[in-house]
């Protein structure tokens, strides 16, 4: 029975040369609007929920080689899902270059608990769901707005009903053989949907100045969602 569930935004790593590793800077924290959106869903329903931004939780860099680490060591993810002990846990993940990063996460909490329902969302696995659905510390692949799948996916899970067949999802079935929907759960009155819960975040770790903003606080939101465009440079069109 899944009840407790864990959101994960992930770390950052990139490899750079090692002329840059002294003077590069990762970006500064990005509030994650999507498991924030997806928490307050769940919590709706009657589900506890906890998020865990790994990047904004400690952004200090380890540099070892020309590789560059922020965020919080394996130790403690490791510890954050012990005490919080969930039944899931799902990966946001957007950009690309941070798959090697999700999947070693997946590769943790399977270590913790092989039981854990795991869960990866986001732009990346939406339009790389043929190469991300094999990896043995997946469960299961939401594509597209996540709010409604997930709770979907975890009502059909709590219940014993079969997943076959349901709209923005992909796993392997128990042949062995990949199944990808190609049908999308959406939500139809975004007038009155939840907003995103920001009550499980420290804000202030959010609202640090960037340079690239003239030197003024910001804070990140959406009012509309979707894009009538398909442009050719668009990774998510």
Not at 97 to 126: A, M, N, Q, R
Not at 173 to 198: A, T
Request: hydrophobic letters at 35%; glycine letters at 6%.
């Amino acid at each position: 029975m899944i009840k407790r569930i864990l959101l994960i935004w992930p770390y950052y790593v990139k490899k750079i040369t090692d002329k840059n590793v002294a003077s590069y800077k990762f970006i500064t924290p990005r509030f994650p609007l999507g498991i924030a959106y997806c928490a307050a869903h769940l919590e709706k329903n009657g589900y506890d929920v906890q998020i865990l931004d790994c990047f904004a939780q400690n952004p200090e860099e380890t540099v070892q080689g020309d590789t560059v680490r922020a965020g919080m060591t394996d130790d403690e993810i490791i510890d954050y899902i012990h005490d919080f002990d969930p039944h899931l846990v799902g990966v946001s993940q957007m950009f690309s270059y941070l798959e090697p990063v999700c999947k070693s996460i997946f590769k943790l909490v399977k270590k913790i608990d092989p039981k854990i329902t795991t869960v990866w969302g986001g732009t990346h696995p939406t339009v790389e769901a043929e190469s991300c659905v094999n990896d043995n510390n997946v469960d299961y692949i939401i594509m597209g707005e996540g709010e409604a799948p997930i709770l979907e996916l975890i009502k059909r899970i709590n219940n014993n009903e079969s997943v076959q067949g349901m709209p923005s999802l992909a796993y392997v079935n128990e042949f062995g053989l990949p199944y990808i929907s190609n049908d999308r759960l959406w939500i139809d009155d975004l007038d009155n949907h939840v907003v995103p819960d920001r009550s499980k975040f420290d804000l202030t770790k959010y609202q640090k100045v960037d340079e690239h903003y003239q030197g003024k606080k910001t804070f990140n939101m959406v009012t509309s969602r979707g894009c009538p465009f398909a442009c050719t440079f668009c990774s998510a069109p």
